[in-house]
């Protein structure tokens, strides 16, 4: 921590005059600007020497960092990042890694901790880590590996209660959001007049942004706006009862309470239900658009629910029932990997019912006319959203 003093914004903004050509930051306590031009995330940041800790480090292992025969102080605070970042990652440019030795595991587990399972085998982290090993430090290849890995992809693991984990509220809630083809009235092209340059702009996919607001009290989390560099929740957080009695973490759950869960539910039930049209009439995000010269309601999040009663008019199958039974089944592969319909079966003869078969059965009693197919969609996707197999990622 004595190590990293002294660093602060580079950049600051004021205007969208400023977005473009932000003002160059002389100030160790100025903040990165209005909050509705803040550019500063994209620069890197500005050391400021005389609030840097100038005396000896010791660090991991005994590591002793000494730089205070520097005189100038942003050449020491400097020095002492370098020689830190050299001890526990390796130097820059060496074409095999000599690092600290415990780093490419440590690295490699948290990593594998947020993007697969929250509790990774031992084989899981070894084989990662010596990916990192092998290329210096390379964090694509090391995704890579993560990623590839026959504990991600292999279906063996999907019905052992101690792998998967939970996926973060907002992970959760975008994940939904791009389900839907949500958008907003804010149009993309119109970041060319702060920051962007048209070959940035033409890298986006969708026509509209979004811009949101605190989402603490509905989410637990607020896009960007982490409480400390730890994010949300603590690596090695596990709740009391079972998970802690078998030695195992479930780091995201530290968001989760009994109240906190009952405000995600009632958040993705107002994006899927809201308003009575097939676009319906939007969440609010933003109560102040006027800064960029947009009505308050165009930052509005739309669910776009036409797009599947059209994907569920072309199933075309034999029945009703095997029309909703193909919505349910498309959801599953979107939202749950298709682990949904592995896990439940639809069997109406062996008298005992299931999520899925519960779903689709509710799914028959709404009728076919188009408002009715517009209930269907947005009832399925409910649903499915806050259901187990939806929250914790397998």
């Not at 160059?24 to 940041?45: A, E, I, L, Q, W």
């Not at 990774?120 to 210096?136: I, K, L, M």
């Not at 809630?173 to 940035?200: F, K």
């Amino acid at each position: 921590s004595k190590i990293m003093t002294g660093w602060s914004f580079s950049r600051y903004s004021n205007n969208k005059d400023q977005w473009a050509a932000p003002l160059t930051n002389s100030n160790f306590t100025r903040g990165d600007g209005n909050k509705y031009y803040g550019h500063t995330y994209t620069h890197p940041m500005r050391l400021f020497g005389a609030f840097h800790d100038p005396g000896v480090k010791i660090i991991a292992g005994g590591q002793v960092i000494d730089n205070t025969g520097e005189p100038d102080l942003d050449l020491r605070a400097a020095a002492d990042v370098s020689d830190a970042l050299d001890w526990f990652g390796g130097a820059e440019g060496d074409t095999s890694y000599n690092g600290h030795p415990s780093t490419p595991a440590f690295i490699s587990y948290r990593l594998i901790q947020r993007l697969v399972t929250s509790n990774p085998s031992n084989g899981y982290v070894y084989r990662v880590a010596q990916v990192f090993n092998d290329t210096n430090g390379n964090l694509g290849e090391v995704a890579r590996a993560i990623l590839t890995d026959y504990e991600a992809r292999s279906m063996a693991f999907v019905g052992d209660p101690t792998y998967g984990k939970m996926k973060e509220p907002l992970v959760r809630y975008m994940q939904l959001l791009r389900a839907l083809d949500s958008s907003t009235q804010l149009p993309i092209s119109e970041l060319g007049s702060y920051r962007l340059v048209n070959d940035q702009l033409d890298n986006f996919l969708l026509d509209a942004r979004f811009r949101y607001g605190e989402t603490d009290g509905t989410l637990q989390q607020t896009p960007l706006q982490a409480p400390t560099v730890f994010n949300w929740f603590l690596p090695d957080y596990r709740p009391g009862g079972s998970i802690a009695s078998a030695a195992l973490v479930a780091p995201e759950f530290q968001v989760a309470t009994e109240t906190s869960v009952i405000q995600a539910i009632n958040y993705f039930y107002t994006i899927t239900f809201s308003g009575g049209s097939n676009s319906g009439q939007g969440v609010n995000t933003l109560s102040n658009q006027g800064a960029l010269g947009y009505p308050a309601e165009a930052d509005h999040v739309k669910a776009d629910r036409q797009a599947w009663i059209d994907r569920y008019n072309a199933y075309g199958g034999a029945t009703e029932l095997d029309d909703d039974t193909a919505l349910v089944d498309e959801l599953d592969m979107l939202l749950m990997s298709g682990n949904f319909k592995a896990r439940y079966p639809y069997d109406t003869n062996d008298g005992v019912e299931n999520p899925r078969e519960i779903i689709i059965d509710l799914l028959g009693t709404f009728g076919t006319s188009n408002n009715n197919k517009r209930d269907k969609v947005r009832t399925a996707f409910y649903l499915m959203s806050v259901a187990p197999e939806f929250i914790i990622q397998k």
